[in-house]
């Protein structure tokens, strides 16, 4: 009866976690381990669906309340599709974001929403990771990252410098709100000066 192991990557946009969370998958794989990387939000064939009517368009498409519930909406198809039968045989299951994003992008935007976040996630998920790993970068060097990209997907990078200024607050706040959970990565330096020091966070920690 094994139980697998669920960890998650987080980090404001262009922190570099989207990269991490796949090369730690690509060495898991190469080691011969069950893996399996999944993103939110989507991860799952509903939740991508629902991924499109949250990432593209408008900044002020939704009210902050409508898009909690989105993502929430995509985040119980995910972990009940799959993120919980991936566990239950037994696979580390990578996941890049998942309800802290919501704890920290949605408490960014007005703080008070946070409670109802929290209260959501217990209500309708009920799931903490084993174990996140938080990818810091400054603000700055996150923004032009992002917008980089050009990936059309831009709603939330789109609301500009102070909004990231607040998620780097927020991620920080996280690490003090769940001290043995969540362990901040340093974001700067080149790819595979961050990959080290993703694999040194988890020495003695994975199955
Ligand atoms: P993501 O695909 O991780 O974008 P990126 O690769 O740029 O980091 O996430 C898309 C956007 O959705 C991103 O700006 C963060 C935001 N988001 C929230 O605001 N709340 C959430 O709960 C999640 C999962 C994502």
């Not at 960890?7 to 570099?16: I, K, N, P, Q, V």
Request: charged share 30%; proline share 3%; aromatic share 6%.
């Amino acid at each position: 009866m094994s139980e697998g192991f669920f960890l998650t990557f987080e980090g404001a946009d262009g922190s570099g976690k989207s990269t991490q969370a796949r090369r730690l998958f690509e060495a898991l794989q190469a080691e011969g381990v069950d893996a399996v990387l999944t993103r939110e939000p989507g991860g799952s064939k509903g939740a991508e669906e629902i991924r499109r009517l949250l990432v593209e368009g408008d900044p002020g498409r939704w009210s902050a309340e409508t898009e909690i519930l989105l993502f929430f909406a995509a985040r119980r198809d995910h972990l009940e599709r799959t993120i919980l039968p991936a566990l239950k045989r037994g696979a580390i299951v990578i996941s890049d974001r998942f309800s802290d994003s919501t704890r920290v992008y949605q408490g960014a935007a007005r703080g008070e929403l946070r409670e109802l976040v929290d209260t959501l996630h217990r209500l309708m998920i009920g799931k903490e990771p084993d174990l996140t790993l938080v990818i810091d970068i400054d603000a700055e060097t996150g923004l032009k990252r992002g917008l980089a990209r050009n990936s059309g997907e831009d709603r939330f990078e789109e609301l500009g410098a102070g909004f990231q200024q607040k998620l780097r607050q927020g991620y920080r706040a996280l690490l003090t709100d769940f001290p043995t959970r969540c362990i901040g990565i340093d974001g700067k330096g080149d790819e595979s000066m961050v990959a080290t020091r993703v694999r040194d966070a988890l020495k003695g920690r994975l199955p």
